[in-house]
Structures are given as C-alpha cells and as structure tokens.
C-alpha cells in the first residue's frame, strides 16, 4: 500500500529555536497533505492542510505564522515549528490522501516534539 | 456542527474476550466511517470502514454495526487479544475533501 514517509521521528530542542518536519509521500502524488497535532491521550485535531503549489489553509486559532508549512512538490510537505515553547511539545502526524482523491488517507509515523 | 462522540474512554479486556467500543455522529453529510488503530509513538493505521449503505462490515475480527437512523456505529473485535491493546478512533468523512473528523479515542486493554 501506499507509505507517507514523516522524518524525524523525535526531535528534542531548546527553546527559541524552530525544528522541520518532513512528511514525503513515497509511491504515490500527494497534492493535499493534512498535518495533525496529538497531546497525550487525546484525539487527533487537525492544524492545517497543506496543497502542492499553493498557500496552506490553517484551522481557527493555528497560528500560520509559528507552524510554517511548505508544499513544494508533490511527494514533500514541511511542518516547521518556529521560536518552539514547551506548549509546542507534542506529537505532529501528516497524512495524505492519494492524489485523486478518496477516502483512505495514509498516515505518517509520527513526530515527537519536546521543547525543553 | 461536526462532531464524533466516542465511548469509553478506556476499556479493559480479558484475552479472548469481546471489546465493544461506540461512537455517535451528529453531521448527516457524512458518509465514510473509518476505524484507525493506534499504537503509542506511532501514527494512526486504518482497520476497517464501513459506508451507511450497508449495517455491518466484518474482517477478520474486527466487525462495524452502523445504524444509520440512530447516527451511531460500532467497532467489535472477537476474540480480544494482548496485542489488540492499543488505542482505537472512529472517525467520519463526509464531502469535505478527505477532512476526517475524529472522535476523543478509546484506550483498549487486552489481560493475558
């Protein structure tokens, strides 16, 4: 099946400083990725929606200008988490659904962020 | 308002049992319901998914009941085993371009 591959897996910085997030969709076009956040025991809330090509679209109350996203190909999207704080600690999710569409949407691993 | 209400929160399960976990929708538009299984430090992965077209979807051991009138589905796993112990999430798609809409998750716990 299809893989989205998200690199790093868990990422440990200071505060102040922003960390990348790499989400790549390896057999398939992904033209839209999702970028979710997770706090421990909790559902998943999407953050925003990332299209090849163009602008993102943020959910209420994200903040664009601290979660930069990036989707310049067809295969990457980049979550960048600007001035990171320790409330920015949690574990970020891309998914994607094949490039026309549907249902099933493949998901990455994960990112384990902690801002100490 | 889009919104999935999951139960329980947590559930705990003896090895060969039944886990039963519940969600409820409010939002008629949708129309894919998807279970995703979720191990800790790991990204979601689809179980099964039902359409409300039909009451029942089985694979495996995993079984979704809707019931399309009452805007409510189910997800059973016979037969419970250690490694089903995870947490699982229902989730709802309607027409809004693979925006899934999560419920709050269930923490399953399978005793050996």
């Known amino acids: 099946g299809a893989v989205v591959s998200q690199h790093p897996s868990r990422v440990i910085c200071k505060s102040g400083t922003s960390v990348k997030i790499e989400c790549r969709s390896l057999?398939?076009?992904?033209?839209?990725m999702f970028w979710y956040r997770q706090f421990p025991k909790q559902s998943l809330m999407l953050m925003a929606t990332s299209n090849e090509g163009s602008k993102a679209t943020y959910e209420q109350g994200v903040e664009k200008d601290k979660f930069l996203i990036n989707h310049a190909s067809l295969t990457l999207s980049t979550l960048t988490v600007t001035s990171a704080h320790p409330e920015d600690s949690s574990f970020y999710i891309c998914?994607?659904?094949?490039?026309?569409?549907?249902?099933?949407?493949?998901f990455g691993s994960g990112t384990q962020l902690s801002v100490l | 308002q889009q919104q999935v209400k999951q139960s329980p929160q947590s559930l705990i399960v003896q090895k060969g049992g039944i886990s039963i976990i519940n969600c409820a929708y409010e939002n008629t538009a949708f129309d894919y319901f998807p279970w995703y299984q979720q191990f800790p430090g790991k990204g979601p992965a689809l179980l099964i998914a039902?359409?409300?077209?039909?009451s029942e979807k089985k694979e495996g051991r995993f079984t979704i009941s809707f019931n399309k009138s009452a805007k409510q589905f189910s997800l059973h796993i016979m037969d419970s085993q250690p490694g089903d112990s995870a947490t699982y999430f229902c989730?709802?798609?309607?027409?809004?371009?693979?925006?899934?809409?999560f419920g709050e998750g269930t923490q399953l716990t399978v005793n050996p």
């Open positions: 057999d398939f076009q992904a033209t839209t």
């Open positions: 039902i359409r409300p077209d039909v």
């Open positions: 998914s994607a659904p094949p490039a026309r569409g549907g249902e099933k949407l493949f």
């Open positions: 989730a709802a798609l309607g027409n809004s371009g693979s925006r899934l809409t």
